[in-house]
């Protein structure tokens, strides 16, 4: 009990002490640790809290995203083909106000996995909504905003075109990489109250991309949900 009273105590001390450097320094968003796609395209910006072996954690400003409704189906492949298509009509402009929005990265997709290998999963396909049209995003038939709090990832990347086999090994990987760290019990606390065991992918290419491709694997969690558990 003693030692898990003082890692939350640190946790809460990383915190106190990262928000006021916040306040000092201003608000700095460093484009270097970004994908190199997000050079070129807007992406929502984020701090860099930790860089460890083979993660990072990034604490996400309030990004906002246009997304679909839960997909179900076997395939994170063909989830992501189909919610893909209907959030590119959507920029196109196939929307309530006929707008054409500019494309951003990345598109990402939250996962719910099934219970058994021949059961469907549920998938909810996003895009990040330019910051050009946050005040009043398009809305769309069969399409949903969210709007993030301060939302705390880690992040694994890795490389290639995805297929389904790569998420459980990926997401593996990143909670291996993070294991004994209490970025890990934060993150099974704040899942633990959602009652849920989404991850999340990200991608930062267009399917028409074959070289230098970045995709990560994420774990959302709300840091002040796990700390006041």
Same mark, same amino acid.
């Given at each position: 009990?003693?030692? @898990?009273?003082?890692?939350?105590?640190?946790?809460?001390?990383?915190?106190?002490?990262?928000? =006021?450097?916040?306040?000092? /320094? *201003?608000?700095?968003?460093?484009? /270097?640790?970004?994908?190199?796609?997000?050079?070129? !395209?807007?992406?929502? /910006?984020?701090?860099?809290?930790?860089?460890?072996?083979?993660?990072?954690?990034?604490?996400?400003?309030?990004?906002? $995203?246009?997304?679909?409704?839960?997909?179900?189906?076997?395939?994170?492949?063909?989830?992501?083909?189909?919610?893909?298509?209907?959030?590119?009509?959507?920029? #196109?402009?196939?929307?309530?106000?006929?707008?054409? @929005?500019?494309?951003?990265?990345?598109?990402?997709?939250?996962?719910?996995?099934?219970? *058994?290998?021949?059961?469907?999963?549920?998938? =909810? =396909?996003?895009?990040?909504?330019?910051?050009?049209? #946050?005040?009043?995003?398009?809305?769309a038939k069969g399409l949903h905003l969210q709007k993030w709090g301060d939302t705390y990832v880690a992040v694994r #990347?890795?490389?290639?075109?995805?297929?389904?086999?790569?998420?459980?090994?990926?997401?593996?990987?990143?909670?291996?990489?993070?294991? *004994?760290?209490? $970025?890990?019990?934060a993150i099974d606390k704040s899942h633990a109250a959602d009652n849920t065991t989404l991850y999340t992918v990200a991608g930062y /290419?267009?399917?028409?991309?074959?070289?230098?491709? @970045?995709?990560? !694997? $994420?774990?959302?969690?709300?840091?002040?949900?796990?700390?006041? !558990?």
């Amino acid at each position: 009990m003693l030692s @898990v009273s003082m890692n939350l105590l640190m946790m809460r001390l990383c915190l106190f002490l990262f928000l =006021v450097s916040k306040l000092c /320094n *201003g608000y700095s968003t460093k484009l /270097n640790f970004y994908p190199p796609t997000c050079q070129r !395209i807007e992406c929502p /910006n984020y701090d860099l809290i930790e860089s460890g072996k083979d993660y990072e954690i990034r604490r996400y400003d309030s990004p906002m $995203w246009m997304s679909t409704a839960p997909i179900d189906d076997i395939s994170y492949v063909s989830a992501t083909r189909t919610g893909f298509l209907r959030l590119f009509d959507y920029i #196109q402009g196939k929307n309530k106000y006929h707008e054409t @929005v500019k494309m951003t990265a990345p598109v990402i997709i939250q996962v719910k996995p099934s219970d *058994g290998p021949f059961c469907a999963s549920s998938f =909810v =396909v996003s895009f990040y909504v330019p910051k050009k049209n #946050q005040p009043n995003p398009p809305p769309a038939k069969g399409l949903h905003l969210q709007k993030w709090g301060d939302t705390y990832v880690a992040v694994r #990347q890795f490389s290639g075109f995805i297929a389904d086999d790569d998420l459980p090994r990926e997401a593996a990987a990143l909670s291996a990489s993070i294991a *004994g760290t209490n $970025w890990a019990a934060a993150i099974d606390k704040s899942h633990a109250a959602d009652n849920t065991t989404l991850y999340t992918v990200a991608g930062y /290419n267009s399917p028409f991309e074959f070289k230098n491709r @970045v995709n990560e !694997i $994420w774990f959302t969690f709300d840091l002040e949900k796990a700390l006041a !558990i």
